[in-house]
């Protein structure tokens, strides 16, 4: 059994910061990518940003230069280090991990809003 923990995300007003973690915990035996996704009322869920296991990361265009993904290797953690949030960035946003063997799992999703 793998479980995610994703931390609390919050209301931020525009221009703010917010840092998300996400805990992974249980039969991980190796992992893979971890990332970030996230999924705005009425919309399809799309990528925000992911980092490999060799530290090489992949960021959705419209949060390019704004976001970061980071992770720890030794506590299975990664983080979505957020600045100069939009009200577009509004969403739920879901942590993604997967393992070597092609395993994946998500976790529940956190809200974040972006609004004065």
């Known amino acids: 059994q793998v479980q995610l923990v994703e931390s609390e995300g919050g209301l931020v007003p525009p221009g703010g910061s917010l840092r998300l973690s996400c805990a992974a915990s249980?039969?991980?035996?190796?992992?893979?990518?971890m990332g970030w996704y996230r999924q705005a009322p009425g919309k399809q869920r799309e990528l925000v940003g992911l980092?490999?296991?060799?530290?090489?990361?992949n960021y959705a265009d419209s949060v390019k230069g704004r976001f970061t993904v980071s992770r720890d290797n030794a506590e299975n953690t990664v983080h979505l280090q957020m600045n100069s949030l939009k009200p577009e960035d509004t969403a739920v946003y879901y942590c993604?991990?997967?393992?070597?063997?092609?395993?994946?799992?998500w976790g529940k999703g956190t809200a974040v809003t972006v609004s004065s």
């Open positions: 993604k991990i997967r393992t070597i063997y092609g395993m994946v799992y």
């Open positions: 980092i490999t296991s060799t530290g090489s990361t």
């Open positions: 249980g039969s991980i035996f190796s992992l893979d990518y």
